[in-house]
């Protein structure tokens, strides 16, 4: 069974909103504390965007999602969201969830994350 499941991934024009979701297995969830999204394009390394402490609520934004885009999460749904807002056609990119337990300054290192999602395309046109 799939331990990280990402939805909501889509096409929009430049300015446009999408809101990601990741659900992830209740045990995965309950045996992480960090989960986060990551997005790679065609050509590029894989880089984080947002990253949340499940517990805490304590979240953490790459330089370009800063303003942008918003993490949240739902324990209660084992579930974290990524509302994206003012699209530009820089954000294209699949977008893949990921759930670990990493110190906080490794956030947006893959290497601290030990789970995967298959990950949800994003397509934004100018």
């Known amino acids: 069974a799939q331990i990280l499941v990402e939805s909501g991934g889509g096409s929009v024009q430049t300015g446009g909103s999408l809101r990601l979701s990741c659900a992830a297995a209740?045990?995965?969830?309950?045996?992480?504390?960090?989960m986060a999204w990551f997005r790679q394009a065609p050509g590029k390394e894989r880089e984080g965007v947002a990253a949340?402490?499940?517990?805490?609520?304590?979240?953490y934004y790459s330089d370009s999602a800063k303003g942008r885009f918003t993490i949240s999460r739902d324990n209660a749904k084992n579930t974290v969201y990524l509302q994206m807002n003012s699209l530009k056609p820089e954000d294209t990119a699949m977008y893949i969830c990921?759930?670990?337990?990493?110190?906080?300054?490794?956030?947006?290192?893959?290497?601290?994350?030990?789970?995967w999602g298959q990950g949800t395309q994003v397509i934004v046109s100018s």
């Open positions: 990921a759930a670990g337990r990493p110190h906080w300054t490794e956030s947006f290192k893959p290497r601290a994350y030990n789970y």
């Open positions: 209740a045990d995965t969830y309950s045996s992480t504390n960090f």
């Open positions: 949340i402490d499940t517990g805490g609520g304590t979240s």
